[in-house]
């Protein structure tokens, strides 16, 4: 059984963080399997600002970019298509590891201009294999807060495995009832919010009932 913190919470009333949780859901006998915080894994990257954007003098496929971190702004060398002024992604500072790339960023000179860092696409920080551009953010998303929160991905998962004698919890609410039960926060009122239908239902419904079951 997978599931987010976010979505535990949305059944069991909690203050408790994810490494008490999953301490109590083993101790009460439902073995944590893996423990994957996404914020933790992104905590080096930010959101930037691209400020200022200008080819590059001896490279027709690159740009020279300003990119304002909130706390500096610092000259980037990008091969992104899709890299303009006024534009927020995702940046990498000096220093920082780049799954994707599988490489610790360090200053370099790009075609003899200094670069200080990078500005990531989806490949580069294994989202996804999308690489033909770098990641556009909202305009919304404040620059220097934590990248893995713009993205989305600041929701710590846990997978439980699950003994064939506990079906009960092979839904979240099952697990929020134990995790209550074990005293580490209370359980919400189960309330099944109803669905809007947005379009007609493609499936015909016909009943025919013969005479005497119609009269019945």
């Not at 929160?149 to 099952?174: F, S, Y």
């Amino acid at each position: 059984m997978k599931f987010t913190l976010s979505w535990l919470k949305e059944h069991l009333d909690t203050k408790a963080k994810v490494d008490e949780i999953a301490e109590t859901l083993s101790r009460i006998g439902l073995e944590v399997e893996q423990l994957f915080d996404p914020a933790t894994a992104l905590a080096s990257f930010r959101v930037a600002e691209v400020v200022k954007c200008e080819k590059h003098p001896n490279a027709d496929k690159l740009s020279v970019c300003e990119v304002d971190t909130d706390t500096e702004r610092l000259q980037v060398v990008c091969g992104a298509p899709n890299a303009r002024a006024g534009m927020k992604g995702v940046f990498a500072p000096v220093g920082s590891y780049v799954p994707g790339c599988g490489m610790t960023l360090t200053k370099a000179k790009i075609r003899g201009v200094e670069s200080n860092g990078m500005l990531l696409s989806e490949r580069e920080l294994l989202l996804s294999d999308e690489h033909t551009g770098i990641i556009e953010l909202d305009a919304s998303a404040k620059v220097g807060s934590p990248a893995a929160k713009a993205l989305g991905l600041d929701d710590a998962v846990i997978e439980v495995a699950i003994t064939p004698n506990r079906p009960d919890c092979l839904g979240v609410r099952g697990i929020a009832r134990d995790l209550a039960a074990a005293g580490l926060g209370s359980l919400k009122r189960d309330a099944v919010k109803p669905v809007k239908g947005s379009f007609p239902n493609p499936i015909p419904i016909k009943l025919e009932f013969d005479a005497g079951s119609a009269d019945a």
